[in-house]
């Protein structure tokens, strides 16, 4: 009787914006790949929730760098956590997610321009912040844009419905979770997500973990409305008991498996000395905040 395959035991911080490692765990992917990947429900949860008081380096997925744990942010974020030490960056693929501004219904902002001079709710140093600067910088000046920490998205979520910012910046699947509650959309784009890792992490569960986020994506593109309903996974527990239509939520962040360039990596570096949100920037070679698994030669960015 031949040996069962000893799977190898990997740590992932699920991020909530797309259903890719909920399909994956579901479909067998992960153990198609050799992998038991354990999600770290505590720190998903924990970058749901409030950040209020918290400084860079304290936030939820800060401390789980040195609990080997594989995590996923936008594109700024994961770059600037590298440059500070938090981990390198997984160059082989990347995320294409939705962002968007809302405010409440009633609310006299209509246009981006309205935006002027008004706090938008964010997460620190995340997605939810970079794109603030990123999208209204050619709407008025950098130094009429405003932004206030309130966190995770859930955190944002609810302090918009309770009065307590006129806006926030929202990624999926709140976006979806906004329109069903009735929100207004003011602006929305999409923007790039990147992987980032321990610089220890094996190179066998770095690799089969793409794979397989590769393989559900496929999977997704083939039958979405099968997979919808695992938006449940993502809802923040202080809206759990509200009743959602996940039918007529999205898709969510897509995984492309293809390399970014060292361009985009540079561009990342001028975009957020120009926002003023390097004050926590180190080193900025794009080879040494890259993983090179097992000392491979960094791969080829064209």
Same mark, same amino acid.
């Given at each position: ?29 992960f153990a198609g790949e050799g992998l038991d990947v354990e999600f770290d429900w505590k720190t998903f949860r ?36 590298? =440059? ?12 294409? =997610? ?29 997605? =939810? ?155 900025? =070679? ?5 993983y090179h698994p097992d000392n491979e030669f960094p791969p080829e960015a064209s």
């Amino acid at each position: 009787m031949p040996e069962a395959r000893q799977l190898v035991r990997i740590k992932v911080a699920p991020k909530g914006m797309g259903l890719n490692d909920f399909v994956a765990q579901g479909e067998g992917f992960f153990a198609g790949e050799g992998l038991d990947v354990e999600f770290d429900w505590k720190t998903f949860r924990g970058t749901q929730s409030s950040w209020r008081g918290m400084e860079y380096f304290e936030r939820p997925q800060d401390k789980a760098v040195d609990e080997q744990v594989i995590q996923c942010a936008c594109l700024w974020g994961t770059i600037s956590n590298a =440059s500070a030490g938090m981990g390198l960056i997984v160059p082989d693929c990347y995320g294409i =997610s939705p962002w968007a501004i809302f405010v409440r219904p009633g609310s006299k902002i209509r246009m981006p321009e309205d935006l002027k001079d008004v706090p938008v709710a964010v997460g620190m140093r995340a997605g =939810s912040h970079f794109n603030v600067p990123y999208r209204l910088e050619k709407y008025m000046p950098l130094e009429r844009i405003r932004t206030v920490n309130v966190g995770g998205f859930g955190a944002r979520l609810k302090a918009l419905l309770e009065n307590e910012v006129e806006a926030a910046s929202l990624l999926p699947p709140q976006i979806d979770m906004a329109k069903q509650l009735g929100l207004r959309e003011i602006i929305a784009d999409e923007f790039k997500t990147l992987w980032w890792v321990p610089q220890s992490a094996a190179a066998v569960g770095v690799r089969g973990y793409l794979r397989a986020l590769d393989r559900a994506e496929r999977a997704l593109e083939a039958d979405l409305p099968k997979y919808l309903q695992l938006w449940k996974h993502c809802i923040p527990p202080e809206f759990e008991d509200r009743r959602w239509d996940f039918e007529r939520f999205t898709r969510g962040e897509r995984f492309v498996y293809q390399p970014i360039t060292r361009e985009e990596f540079v561009e990342v570096f001028n975009q957020v000395e120009r926002w003023g949100l390097d004050q926590y920037l180190n080193d900025r =070679s794009f080879d040494s905040l890259i993983y090179h698994p097992d000392n491979e030669f960094p791969p080829e960015a064209s």
